[in-house]
């Protein structure tokens, strides 16, 4: 079923997660994504789903915020942009080390320190290679659309509560601030810690029962030999992760003899170029991670028996690049075109580096 | 005269003192002479007074009490250093029925995390924090506090603090209580009978608040720390009263409600 609005991505981030029963909020202003927020606020789910929304006093707080809400088997979520997420990485950390599902939304906007308030991509190193301290992962969804803002949120805590990681949605100030149509779902029901407890398990910290032990949440292991062993869970959960979940969208692959590979919004400036292009012949198609972690290694090692040459086109200096060549592994030349700082490339200046430095190079 | 048989002693009507139930038997890791151990048995025994272990959910800090999870058998969340407050915020909101309570030490609180203790009490959230406060960090082997007395020597202050180098000892606790929503700020102490008997009732008070919802409640304990003071249990006892009561006197700070909506209308009329 489900509504046909007209919104803004950071507007529709507060609506789905209303509508998809979320139970708590915790942040902290910061262009580009207050609209988050603000939204809740004005929405006041505390008097209809009874969701509790808090304005923490820094991202420090809103993050172990959502530790304190995730440990009770709460579906929480917070979001912030580029700087606070920086701020939140000790806590990330720790909610990825005691396996705590949750939602962290990043608007990213560019860097490095105080940057600008516009949209980049800078931000995937950080959040695909865990960020802070530490051997973990998250999730990591990036929409390229409203309607995938929406879904996201969704898919997101579906994923967290599944393999109990914290979910990370990279997206930017231009997926944020945009308007587009979108069709939001209706509204579910919260959980009450019954359910929680049948779908997911007795961990959370919901009142010692006479049945059980204290539930204790931690990231501690004094002895090595114990953080060993739960490094080695850790891993084998994610390597479950990368067999299962991998996500991507292909556009003209079918006779493409060159590939672009971008996620976010810098996709759909590949989807323009990919017009241009093919208009004066150069046969292109664009791969699409939809989760850029797991990356869709296996898909971009394939077509690389059959493209000549890839690009990654990112709102950063080279940060995904890194993984298509580690997935192509010197078979056929993988190059990189940005712009950075806040500034979106046009899809003009994509054809034009993929003439130059694919086309042209080989 | 007939031998006497301990059996015979230890029966149900000549007990006098039990463990608390909640308490665990797992053997505390504290020094002798630490304040930890005896702060950790009056919780319990406050949680099992009131039978609430059902519904108590504890948040240990990063400090010596980070292990607090292993000795009280209720449900438990350890914070980052500091964060403390930040958590028992969430889970106080989301479980509103359910008692949460947060117990740090002075690094933990008053240095990493007085932006989280500052902020949740001034939202006046309704949860008890319960202060150890021995002027040192005692985990990380005895370095300067923020609430360390002046010419105090630590591991960072070996030639004794200097207000120079380090400014002064923090009372945050008198922070604490100026703010509007808390309810009941009290400084206690655990080194003699009597005081134990004192902090324990604070302690019950502080979880009773819980269901008045009249805000936070804030119990400092001076504390001892005999390793990071250099000190047997006994003398560190005699310096923590002859030097620590002084600075940090004790008794209550602050005990009403948190204060309405209603007395600050004025300041936007
Ligand atoms: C972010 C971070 N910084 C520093 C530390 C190291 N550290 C662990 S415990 C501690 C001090 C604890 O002192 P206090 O809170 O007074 O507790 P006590 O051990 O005295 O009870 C510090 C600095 C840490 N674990 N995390
Ligand atoms: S170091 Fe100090 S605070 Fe820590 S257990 Fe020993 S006496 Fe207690
Ligand atoms: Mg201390």
Same mark, same amino acid.
């Given at each position: 079923?489900?509504?046909?609005?007209?919104?803004?991505?950071?507007?529709?981030?507060?609506?789905?997660?209303?509508?998809?029963?979320?139970?708590?909020?915790?942040?902290?202003?910061?262009?580009?994504?207050?609209?988050?927020?603000?939204?809740?606020?004005?929405?006041?789910?505390?008097?209809?789903?009874?969701?509790?929304?808090?304005?923490?006093?820094?991202?420090?707080?809103?993050?172990?915020?959502?530790?304190?809400?995730?440990?009770?088997?709460?579906?929480?979520?917070?979001?912030?942009?580029?700087?606070?997420?920086?701020?939140?990485?000790?806590?990330?950390?720790?909610?990825?080390?005691?396996?705590?599902?949750?939602?962290?939304?990043?608007?990213?906007?560019?860097?490095?320190?105080?940057?600008?308030?516009?949209?980049?991509?800078?931000?995937?190193?950080?959040?695909?290679?865990?960020?802070?301290?530490?051997?973990?992962?998250?999730?990591?969804?990036?929409?390229?659309?409203?309607?995938?803002?929406?879904?996201?949120?969704?898919?997101?805590?579906? /994923?967290?509560?599944?393999?109990?990681?914290?979910?990370?949605?990279?997206?930017?100030?231009?997926?944020?601030?945009?308007?587009?149509?979108?069709?939001?779902?209706?509204?579910?029901?919260?959980?009450?810690?019954? #359910?929680?407890?049948?779908?997911?398990?007795?961990?959370?910290?919901?009142?010692?029962?006479?049945?059980?032990?204290?539930?204790?949440?931690?990231?501690?292991?004094?002895?090595?030999?114990?953080?060993?062993?739960?490094?080695?869970?850790?891993?084998?959960?994610?390597?479950?992760? #990368?067999?299962?979940?991998?996500?991507?969208?292909?556009?003209?692959?079918?006779?493409?003899?060159?590939?672009?590979?971008?996620?976010?919004?810098?996709?759909?400036?590949?989807?323009?170029?990919?017009?241009?292009?093919?208009?004066?012949?150069?046969?292109?198609?664009? /791969?699409?991670?939809?989760?850029?972690?797991?990356?869709?290694?296996?898909?971009?090692?394939?077509?690389?028996?059959?493209?000549?040459?890839?690009?990654?086109?990112?709102?950063?200096?080279?940060?995904?690049?890194?993984?298509?060549?580690?997935?192509?592994?010197?078979?056929?030349?993988?190059?990189?075109?940005?712009?950075?700082?806040?500034?979106?490339?046009?899809?003009?200046?994509?054809?034009?580096?993929?003439?130059?430095?694919?086309?042209?190079?080989? | 005269?007939?031998?006497?048989?301990?059996?015979?002693?230890?029966?149900?009507?000549?007990?006098?003192?039990?463990?608390?139930?909640?308490?665990?038997?797992?053997?505390?890791?504290?020094?002798?002479?630490?304040?930890?151990?005896?702060?950790?048995?009056?919780?319990?025994?406050?949680?099992?007074?009131?039978?609430?272990?059902?519904?108590?959910?504890?948040?240990?800090?990063?400090?010596?009490?980070?292990?607090?999870?292993?000795?009280?058998?209720?449900?438990?969340?350890?914070?980052?250093?500091?964060?403390?407050?930040?958590?028992?915020?969430?889970?106080?909101?989301?479980?509103?029925?359910?008692?949460?309570?947060?117990?740090?030490?002075?690094?933990?609180?008053?240095?990493?995390?007085?932006?989280?203790?500052?902020?949740?009490?001034?939202?006046?959230?309704?949860? &008890?924090?319960?202060?150890?406060?021995?002027?040192?960090?005692?985990?990380?082997?005895?370095?300067?506090?923020?609430?360390?007395?002046?010419?105090?020597?630590?591991?960072?202050?070996?030639?004794?603090?200097?207000?120079?180098?380090?400014?002064?000892?923090?009372?945050?606790?008198?922070?604490?209580?100026?703010?509007?929503?808390?309810?009941?700020? &009290?400084?206690?102490?655990?080194? &003699?009978?009597?005081?134990?008997?004192?902090?324990?009732?604070?302690?019950?008070?502080?979880?009773?608040?819980?269901?008045?919802?009249?805000?936070?409640?804030?119990?400092?304990?001076?504390?001892?720390?005999?390793?990071?003071?250099?000190?047997?249990?006994?003398?560190?006892?005699?310096?923590?009263?002859?030097?620590?009561?002084?600075?940090?006197?004790?008794?209550?700070?602050?005990?009403?409600?948190?204060?309405?909506?209603?007395?600050?209308?004025?300041?936007?009329?």
């Amino acid at each position: 079923m489900g509504e046909l609005k007209l919104m803004k991505g950071n507007e529709v981030i507060a609506e789905a997660a209303i509508r998809y029963g979320c139970d708590g909020y915790f942040g902290y202003p910061i262009t580009p994504q207050s609209e988050v927020m603000e939204t809740l606020m004005l929405q006041k789910p505390w008097e209809t789903t009874g969701m509790v929304v808090v304005q923490a006093e820094s991202e420090v707080a809103s993050i172990n915020m959502l530790y304190g809400g995730a440990s009770c088997g709460k579906r929480v979520f917070t979001s912030s942009s580029s700087p606070g997420i920086s701020l939140m990485l000790e806590g990330i950390s720790y909610l990825a080390g005691a396996e705590l599902p949750c939602l962290i939304v990043n608007v990213v906007r560019g860097g490095p320190g105080l940057g600008t308030i516009q949209p980049s991509q800078a931000d995937y190193n950080q959040a695909t290679k865990g960020g802070g301290h530490g051997d973990y992962q998250t999730i990591v969804l990036a929409p390229a659309s409203v309607q995938e803002m929406n879904d996201h949120v969704g898919l997101g805590f579906d /994923l967290a509560f599944k393999y109990r990681i914290p979910s990370l949605i990279l997206t930017d100030g231009v997926i944020g601030q945009m308007m587009e149509k979108v069709v939001v779902e209706d509204q579910k029901p919260r959980w009450t810690d019954e #359910e929680i407890k049948e779908k997911y398990g007795d961990w959370a910290t919901t009142g010692k029962q006479k049945n059980r032990k204290g539930n204790i949440i931690t990231s501690l292991a004094l002895e090595s030999e114990v953080m060993e062993k739960h490094n080695i869970h850790l891993q084998k959960k994610y390597r479950e992760i #990368e067999e299962n979940e991998v996500l991507f969208e292909e556009f003209q692959t079918e006779d493409a003899e060159y590939l672009f590979v971008a996620y976010g919004s810098s996709a759909r400036v590949c989807q323009k170029a990919i017009e241009i292009a093919r208009a004066k012949g150069i046969k292109v198609g664009l /791969l699409r991670p939809i989760l850029v972690w797991p990356y869709p290694k296996k898909r971009v090692s394939e077509l690389a028996d059959q493209v000549k040459g890839m690009l990654s086109v990112e709102m950063s200096a080279g940060q995904m690049v890194i993984d298509v060549k580690l997935a192509v592994n010197g078979r056929i030349p993988v190059e990189h075109f940005g712009r950075f700082g806040g500034i979106i490339p046009s899809p003009a200046e994509v054809v034009e580096a993929l003439e130059q430095k694919i086309i042209g190079g080989k | 005269m007939a031998d006497i048989d301990i059996k015979d002693i230890i029966k149900e009507e000549n007990l006098i003192y039990t463990k608390p139930k909640v308490i665990t038997d797992t053997v505390m890791h504290y020094c002798p002479g630490c304040s930890h151990g005896v702060a950790h048995k009056l919780v319990a025994e406050v949680i099992d007074d009131m039978d609430i272990q059902d519904k108590t959910i504890g948040i240990s800090p990063v400090g010596c009490s980070v292990l607090a999870y292993n000795y009280l058998d209720i449900d438990w969340q350890q914070a980052a250093h500091g964060r403390a407050p930040a958590l028992a915020t969430a889970a106080k909101r989301l479980m509103p029925n359910h008692y949460v309570f947060t117990y740090q030490g002075d690094g933990d609180l008053a240095s990493i995390g007085a932006a989280e203790i500052l902020h949740a009490c001034n939202r006046g959230e309704n949860i &008890t924090v319960i202060f150890i406060n021995n002027a040192i960090y005692g985990m990380t082997g005895g370095q300067m506090a923020p609430t360390t007395l002046v010419g105090m020597k630590t591991a960072t202050s070996p030639y004794g603090r200097s207000t120079e180098l380090n400014g002064y000892p923090l009372k945050i606790t008198e922070l604490i209580a100026q703010l509007p929503g808390v309810a009941y700020v &009290t400084r206690q102490s655990v080194h &003699t009978p009597a005081a134990v008997r004192k902090t324990k009732k604070a302690i019950r008070k502080g979880f009773e608040n819980q269901d008045k919802k009249i805000g936070t409640s804030f119990i400092e304990i001076v504390s001892t720390c005999s390793s990071g003071w250099k000190l047997s249990p006994v003398k560190s006892n005699e310096w923590m009263e002859e030097h620590m009561f002084k600075f940090y006197p004790l008794g209550d700070l602050k005990d009403s409600e948190k204060e309405s909506e209603e007395s600050y209308k004025k300041y936007i009329e």
